[in-house]
Every structure is written in structure tokens, then in C-alpha cells.
């Protein structure tokens, strides 16, 4: 079992990587594949969708199959496959649907291993090991920054995809031969997704879950990019640097989060505090979006930092699903978080493209989306107050 948790861990670095990886190939794929800005934003927000779409059928699979192979199977088939249609692309519906691909491909990694540890592992460290997990697999999000931006620069960017291709197919191998199955739940009723959103502790923290995880991920994923570009002038690698600040602040962010609930008593307000915090980044970006660079960088790493509560979110929701409904308890919940990066990055698309439409200074697009990402975020904080606090 150590050997497929590692590998496990090893497919959720590629997940990472691949939802944060485009911030860095603005420029080659606007010379290259003619994608603007607002197609890259579309094809990441796609990724996020589909990944989310897929939670459903994946909790069903997780609790009906096992981890094995609805992880292998999906991660071979649609992350070794569309890593290879991206680096075939000659235009942006290529690079869309290769990102839809990839989506899929991801969307079971991060589940089958919480789905493990939900299964296996005491309760009360379910965050932290799901805390742990995150924080190794967030070297994808490093990788997808500068050491993706030289690889590009170096090999090309269709032979680097190519060779993700090859590493996703090997990861996903590897999966299906190592992984072990936890024993089945016996329970006198089937259950379904229905059963939990019959239980209104969930339904206060949805909201929050929904809109969470987008500003951290819809920064690091992409906009931070062109953001630098267009606003300080940063080339490809200035850029892979800033992402890299930024990933490792959330690295960071994400070991800080997971032995919280312990330490202090509490999730709720462990994750109120946190997210408060990066509503405090986000309006102060809103309201000095051209002071600095280095101030601006500073900001989204506090986003990145603060942001990465997404594990105690999970945890604070796991701990209202009974055990035979575990599968489906968290693919629901990441469902609303993915589901949400997706929806609101089509949407900040549309925002960016309207207000460069509209002209004005050049940091313009990027104010109204800072104060878009606070808005959502205070949004899903209200509802949150009132949910009841679970540490077991």
C-alpha cells in the first residue's frame, strides 16, 4: 500500500502541474497556437469543469470499485492522453479539449487517496494527512512554474508535453499494479449523493467550498501571468519566478493549515481566519494593482498561503458523512471546489475581456477581477459562521 500511496501522490503532482502550468506558456501559445488570453482562461476553467463533472461518477466509482482502478484507468486514458493531443495543438479548440482530457484524467487522484486515508486512517488525523498528501503534491504546482518555463525555452513546449504524456502513462500503470482496494463497506442501504444533501451541516459549508479555492487557483493557474506581463512587463522567465513564489507559499500554506484543527481545538474557525486573510490580499490587490511588483507578488502569495485550506475543508465536511458514503462525501465536496475554480475562471475570462474592451489603464482588468475574487469569497464566508464546528 506505501508503494501506490506514493504513486498516488506522485499522480496528484501531475494534477497540480497541469492545472497551474499555462500561466507560464501565455506568450509561446499566443505566438504559437494564436491563444489569448481569454482562451487560456476558457481552457483552464474547462479543465476545472471537467474535473468537477467527474466527481459524481468518480465517488460512485471510489465506493462501488476501489481506488485502483478508477484512478488508473481514468489517469491513463485521459491525463497520458491529453497531455499528448496538447502537444499536437495548432489551435485553441485543441488546447480546450486537450484540457478537458487531462481533467478527467486528474479528477480521481486527490479522492482515491482521501478515500484511503478516510477508510484506513484514524478520523482525527484525516486532516492532516490529507493536509500532508496536498502539500508533497503541490511540487507539481513548482513544477508547472519556472522549471516548466525552462523546459519549455529548452526543449519546446510540445516536447515537454510529449514527455508528460509518457510520465502520466507510467504513473498510471504503476497505479493499477500497486494500489490496494480498502475492504468494501457492508451497510443495510445502498445510500446515495441524494443522502448528503439531505444534511443541512453540509449545505453552510458549500458556499464556502464552492468559492474557496478560486482565487488561489485561478491566480496561480493563470492569471498571475499575464497579470505580471501586461501590468510590470514580465518575460516568461520573471513570470516562472513570481508563480514560483506563489506555489511555494501555498506549499507552505497547506503543511501550516494541517495540524491546526488539533492544535487549537477547532476547524471552523481555523478555516474563517484563513480565508479571511486572503480576502484581505484580494482587496488589497483590488486597490493597489500597479503600486509594486514585488508588493503585488507579495499579495497573491498571501492568497496562495492563506488559500490553502481546501484539505480542512474537506475534513470539516467528512466529519458529517457516515462511513459507507465516505466516496461520495468528499468527490461531493471537491466537486463544489473544483467545480467552482472552473465556473468562476470561464467567468473572470469574460470580466478581463470586457474591461480590456472597455480601455483604461492596464491594470484595469485585472482590479475587476482581484475585487471579483474578494466579493465570492466574503460570499461563501456568511453562510460558513453558522455551521457547527467538528473536530473528530
Known amino acids: 500500500m506505501r508503494i501506490g500511496l506514493a504513486l498516488l501522490c506522485a499522480a496528484y503532482v501531475l494534477s497540480q502541474f497541469y ?14 497556437v494564436g491563444a489569448s488570453a481569454e482562451d487560456l482562461a476558457n481552457a483552464s476553467g474547462l479543465w476545472f ?29 485521459g491525463g497520458a492522453g491529453g497531455a499528448a493531443l496538447f502537444g499536437l495543438a495548432t489551435t485553441p479548440l485543441h488546447i480546450s479539449v486537450a484540457m478537458v482530457l487531462i481533467g478527467i484524467g486528474c479528477s480521481p487522484v486527490l ?18 494527512l ?58 443495510e442501504t445502498r445510500g446515495s449523493v441524494l443522502d448528503l444533501l439531505k444534511m443541512p451541516a453540509l449545505w453552510l459549508i458549500f458556499p464556502l467550498a464552492l468559492v474557496q479555492y478560486a482565487p488561489a487557483a485561478g491566480l496561480r493557474g493563470l492569471w498571475i501571468g499575464p497579470y505580471m506581463a501586461d501590468v510590470f512587463a514580465f518575460d516568461t522567465t520573471a513570470i516562472g519566478n513570481v508563480t514560483l513564489v506563489m506555489g511555494v507559499a501555498m506549499i507552505l500554506g497547506t503543511f501550516a493549515y494541517g495540524p491546526m484543527d488539533r492544535l487549537l481545538g477547532t476547524r471552523k474557525w481555523v478555516i474563517f481566519g484563513g480565508n479571511a486573510a486572503v ?34 475543508i474537506i475534513a470539516h465536511g467528512r466529519s458529517f458523512v457516515p462511513d459507507h458514503l465516505v466516496g ?47 466579493v465570492l469569497l466574503i460570499a461563501g464566508l456568511l453562510p460558513y459562521l453558522f455551521c457547527r464546528d467538528r473536530t473528530d
Not at 492545472?19 to 504559437?32: C, G, I, Q
Not at 474535473?51 to 481514468?74: H, N, S
Not at 479522492?111 to 492532516?128: E, G, L, Q
Open 19 to 32: 492545472r497551474s502550468f499555462l500561466a507560464v506558456l501565455t506568450e509561446a501559445l499566443k505566438t504559437d
Open 49 to 77: 469543469l471537467a474535473f468537477a463533472l467527474m466527481q459524481i461518477p468518480v465517488g460512485e466509482a471510489l465506493d462501488r470499485i476501489g481506488p485502483r482502478r478508477t484512478a488508473g484507468v481514468l489517469l491513463l486514458l
Open 111 to 128: 479522492m482515491a487517496s482521501y478515500y484511503i486515508f478516510a477508510r484506513v486512517y484514524p478520523a482525527a488525523i484525516f486532516a492532516t
Open 130 to 187: 490529507a493536509a500532508v498528501l496536498l502539500g508533497v503534491g503541490s511540487l507539481g504546482n513548482l513544477m508547472g512554474a519556472l522549471p516548466m518555463a525552462m523546459a519549455a525555452e529548452t526543449f519546446g513546449w510540445r516536447e515537454t508535453l510529449f514527455g508528460l504524456a509518457a510520465v502520466s502513462a507510467l504513473v498510471a500503470f504503476g497505479l493499477l499494479v500497486t494500489v490496494k482496494d480498502p475492504e468494501k463497506v457492508v451497510h
Open 279 to 312: 480576502a484581505v490580499a484580494l482587496v488589497a490587490l483590488w486597490a493597489l494593482p500597479a503600486a509594486h511588483p514585488w508588493l503585488s507578488v507579495a499579495f497573491c502569495a498571501a492568497v496562495g498561503f492563506f488559500g490553502a485550506s481546501f484539505p480542512m
Open 328 to 374: 461520495r462525501g468528499v468527490t461531493l465536496l471537491n466537486l463544489f471546489a473544483i467545480g467552482g475554480v472552473g465556473i468562476f475562471q470561464v467567468i473572470t475570462g469574460r470580466l478581463h475581456a470586457a474591461t480590456v474592451a472597455g480601455g483604461g489603464a492596464a491594470a484595469d482588468p485585472y482590479r475587476m477581477l482581484f475585487g471579483f475574487f474578494a
